[in-house]
């Protein structure tokens, strides 16, 4: 494709696209397509000579686009929204268009210094210490792809940091030029001892973090009397018992809204355990929740004066809720040259004049990767787009349908709260009234899993389920209704909500009969 073909193509596709957005709304949420609808129409092998782009393109519209979910309708109400926005579109074009993989300064300065500022503009944004900026404090932030890869990127950091504790007294430890290298000998002594602690209702990250490196994480359990948040006892119980075992407690994630129900581990409590022992870092995980650290009244809520205080690392994902679409995941930290020391790597390749003068950031070392992406980008044109005020504007329309929503709930006789509303999501299931209060546990779940089945068998609407372990009460099935889109309104949400009232009527009237 040539310049002038590019710019063909190029009004072709956004013209393509704004017919999307306008015909959204007419589409189902969900794609109605079988499993293997699209490999049964694609050819083998890739064509041996090009083809007309316009065919393409079409194809995209044909064969695509029938088998995509779609995220941006304002009906899709499963796990959390993954926004994009026409700014985050066109910062996503502009980068591609620049294309490199910037993972020094000296690769493309400005993508280095534009995630500095907007990293920075966040860490205000959200209310971070001063210790999570990068130009006033000893941290500052970085652009992953997602909260995964920043638990497992702070679970490095936190390694790295425990064995320098518990080897620099230990003969053969050799501090030099600032970096610390653990002898292999001790390195091997500690590592399996390692342990790593979220709750039951940590996101499977956690585990992932320590499958991938070879360690074990330990799901401390959490109570439904206390909303299941994690509290400040019941990982103290874990971590002395695993002391008295001979094992290290390096890593505990703590969640600030977590994936099934919102809730909000009591950071306060854990701080002050984490703060006991030395080799502990202490990573939030706000993957979804976190943006909303945005909005003044949602902070004590959330717990910032805790996450300032306490935290060794945090991160929340502006590819949910936060307006720039996949992928843009922010992970600051409160001692940067903390995690450089444990991902820094520098071959002579590598090296550079600007970054032997310590005058320049190399993003490389904050990160597992060598190549990234241009995020920052989208960052800037959003905000600079829909300003902190349009931000805030934004969170707070997805928390007042929600509270509406919870209304609604209220008022139905068949269907109950299971925990509170937390932001925009909101957690159900059949019950109240329209249960005998002597239905078993086991029952109710039922109910409820009919329901679901129900509700997944549909096209026009898009729920997810979770079940809700805790030690003081049986498994709980429940219904979530994750709000928030960018192009939901309250009529969506009411038309969302009068088909769960109807599948819900059908699955009772079939239990009584
Ligand atoms: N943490 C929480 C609390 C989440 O809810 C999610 C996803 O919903 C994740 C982490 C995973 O995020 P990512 O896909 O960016 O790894």
Redesign the pocket.
């Known amino acids: 494709m040539d310049i002038e073909g590019f710019r063909k193509a190029g009004y072709a596709a956004v013209d393509a696209i704004c017919d999307y957005y306008t015909n959204l709304s007419k589409r189902t949420v969900k794609a109605e397509v079988q499993p293997g609808y699209l490999i049964e129409q694609l050819p083998r092998e890739a064509p041996s000579t090009g083809e007309d782009f316009a065919t393409v393109a079409a194809d995209f519209q044909s064969l695509i686009l029938p088998g995509i979910t779609h995220w941006q309708h304002g009906k899709f109400m499963a796990?959390?929204p993954a926004i994009s926005t026409f700014e985050s579109m066109i910062a996503d074009l502009y980068a591609t268009s620049v294309s490199n993989p910037g993972f020094n300064w000296v690769c493309s300065p400005a993508c280095t210094e534009l995630e500095q500022v907007t990293m920075d503009w966040m860490a205000k944004i959200l209310g971070l210490g001063k210790e999570f900026h990068l130009e006033q404090g000893s941290g500052g932030g970085v652009i992953l792809n997602?909260?995964?890869e920043a638990a497992l990127t702070a679970a490095i950091a936190a390694r790295e940091t425990a064995l320098r504790e518990l080897t620099s007294s230990e003969p053969g430890s050799t501090v030099s030029g600032g970096t610390f290298d653990v002898p292999d000998d001790l390195r091997a002594k500690y590592s399996p001892k390692l342990v790593m602690y979220g709750s039951t209702q940590t996101?499977s990250?956690g585990e992932k973090a320590a499958l991938i490196l070879g360690l074990s994480f330990r799901a401390v359990p959490v109570a439904a009397a206390d909303g299941y948040a994690l509290r400040g006892d019941a990982l103290r119980k874990a971590i002395e018992e695993d002391v008295k075992k001979g094992l290290i407690p390096f890593y505990v994630i703590a969640?600030v809204?977590?994936?099934s129900t919102g809730a909000v581990d009591r950071i306060d409590e854990i701080g002050q355990v984490v703060s006991e022992y030395k080799t502990i870092s202490l990573h939030i995980?706000s993957?979804?929740a976190g943006v909303a650290l945005a909005l003044e009244d949602q902070r004590a809520f959330l717990r910032l004066d805790d996450i300032n205080r306490y935290a060794t690392s945090f991160c929340t994902?502006m590819h949910k809720w936060g307006l720039v679409a996949f992928d843009c995941?922010l992970f600051f930290v409160r001692n940067r040259k903390a995690l450089n020391l444990a991902l820094d790597a520098t071959p002579a390749f590598l090296r550079s004049k600007e970054a032997d003068t310590g005058t320049v950031i190399d993003y490389r070392n904050w990160q597992l990767a060598l190549g990234r992406r241009f995020r920052s980008i989208k960052i800037w044109f959003v905000m600079r787009s829909y300003g902190v005020k349009g931000f805030q504007d934004h969170l707070r329309v997805g928390i007042d349908q929600c509270q509406q929503l919870s209304k609604l709930i209220t008022a139905s006789s068949s269907f109950e709260i299971v925990t509170p509303p937390s932001l925009s999501l909101i957690v159900f299931r059949l019950g109240g009234a329209a249960l005998p209060a002597d239905t078993l546990p086991a029952e109710r779940n039922l109910l409820n899993t009919l329901l679901n089945n129900r509700l997944n068998a549909r096209y026009d609407v898009f729920l997810t389920q979770t079940m809700l372990h805790s030690a003081d009460q049986e498994d709980v099935f429940c219904i979530r209704i994750a709000l928030g889109g960018r192009t939901t309104t309250m009529q969506d949400v009411e038309e969302v909500w009068a088909v769960v009232e109807e599948e819900g009527e059908a699955v009772l009237k079939e239990w009584r009969d």
């Open positions: 796990y959390f997602s909260a995964s996101h990250l969640t809204g977590t994936t995980d993957a979804w994902n995941s």
